[in-house]
């Protein structure tokens, strides 16, 4: 029963992600669904023999978490909610695994009141881990750093990020508030994975450069020339 009442729900999400967001991913949604639908009807399972009911919703968080992450960066869903993540990400910026989270506490609030507050703190602990792991799957090691640099040797520096990193390099005209002293600020976006190579590049070269690090959440545009090329 429970298969059959996930299909029906996901009717009303599967017309809005077609008109809203695309074919291609309400084609493979459609996949998804069905085949949990039908392992959910027809699946048998074992249980996992936890007795502490933290370490069970951790574990399941864990398991669901970067089973979903999977699913959506194969440009697809489960459908349900993963549906509406998608549309409100693509209208308005909402990072995915929010809306998830959002509504999952909503209705676990209402739990809280009305059935039993101890087993929708547990279900709290489960939809948070799960929200994290989801978010860490899409992310991954693609998450890109905004990285501004100070210093009185940026034209070797950016040449080492254009030559050793390939990442773009664009300057920014900058003057220090006290001494008054024009400089140089390069700005650059770089992967998670090449921020320790761009550490060691910027102080070899300059053991005093000034460097500022910020995460980026989402990078737009494609530029030539001495712009960004990313």
């Known amino acids: 029963?429970?298969?059959?009442?996930?299909?029906?729900?996901?009717?009303?999400?599967?017309?809005?992600?077609?008109?809203?967001?695309?074919?291609?991913?309400?084609?493979?949604?459609?996949?998804?669904?069905?085949?949990?639908?039908?392992?959910?009807?027809?699946?048998?399972?074992g249980t996992i023999a936890i007795i502490n009911p933290i370490l069970a919703?951790?574990?399941?968080?864990?398991?669901c978490g970067a089973g979903g992450g999977i699913v959506l960066r194969s440009q697809g869903s489960a459908g349900g909610l993963d549906i509406l993540s998608v549309y409100l990400h693509k209208k308005f910026g909402v990072r995915i695994e929010r809306t998830a989270t959002l509504v999952s506490a909503v209705v676990l609030c209402a739990g809280a009141v009305f059935l039993n507050f101890e087993a929708?703190?547990?279900?709290?602990?489960?939809?948070?881990?799960?929200g994290k792991v989801v978010d860490s799957v899409l992310t991954g090691f693609n998450q890109r750093k905004t990285v501004f640099i100070i210093s009185d040797c940026h034209q070797q520096i950016a040449a080492q990020i254009l030559s050793g990193l390939h990442s773009g390099v664009t300057y920014l005209d900058g003057s220090g508030g006290y001494s008054g002293c024009q400089k140089k600020v390069i700005f650059s976006i770089i992967t998670l994975t090449e921020l320790?190579?761009?550490?060691?590049?910027?102080?070899?070269?300059?053991?005093?450069?000034?460097?500022?690090?910020?995460?980026?959440?989402?990078?737009?545009?494609?530029?030539?020339?001495?712009?960004?090329?990313?």
């Open 1 to 45: 029963m429970r298969g059959y009442a996930y299909f029906l729900i996901n009717i009303p999400l599967f017309l809005l992600g077609w008109f809203t967001i695309s074919r291609r991913f309400i084609l493979y949604s459609a996949y998804g669904m069905l085949s949990l639908s039908v392992i959910t009807a027809f699946g048998r399972f």
């Open 57 to 63: 919703a951790i574990l399941g968080g864990l398991i």
């Open 120 to 130: 929708a703190l547990y279900s709290l602990v489960y939809v948070f881990t799960n």
């Open 196 to 230: 320790s190579k761009l550490k060691q590049l910027v102080f070899d070269a300059d053991p005093a450069a000034f460097v500022v690090v910020n995460d980026t959440m989402e990078v737009l545009g494609y530029r030539h020339g001495d712009l960004h090329d990313f």
